[in-house]
């Protein structure tokens, strides 16, 4: 499956025959304090750096209605981000998981970001395009 937009993610989701609740991790770019003038060069230009978990959140996609709600909601906390990793975790039976079932999921998808294991999330810049890391 490809993910195309913020709201082919949403359609997907709808899609599926298990509840799901997406997972958000909001990030900032930046850059190591030891980085090499060429590292600085490289972040200069839109490339490289590092990603920096800000803030996290779980959702059902029937409390989104688009990427511009969820952009202006997390303005709502001040703080700029550049990056959203999303995933999604599925219920069970027709039950979808609560917000406190997904607090565990969704820590330790903070700590695979801190660490760069991105590979399961799918990332967003903060204008909904969808982002290729690596």
Do not use: Y
């Amino acid at each position: 499956m490809t993910i195309s937009s913020f709201d082919d993610l949403l359609r997907t989701a709808h899609e599926q025959a298990q509840p799901q609740r997406l997972l958000f991790v909001f990030t900032a770019a930046g850059m190591p304090e030891d980085a090499t003038p060429a590292q600085r060069q490289r972040f200069l230009s839109g490339q490289g750096g590092t990603l920096t978990p800000l803030m996290c959140v779980d959702k059902t996609p029937d409390e989104l209605i688009s990427f511009d709600a969820l952009r202006d909601e997390s303005r709502q906390f001040g703080q700029a981000w550049d990056i959203v990793f999303v995933a999604a975790i599925s219920g069970s039976g027709a039950r979808g998981l609560t917000s406190e079932q997904a607090e565990a999921p969704l820590q330790r998808m903070v700590e695979s970001v801190k660490s760069g294991d991105i590979a399961g999330f799918v990332p967003f810049d903060n204008a909904g395009q969808p982002v290729h890391i690596g």
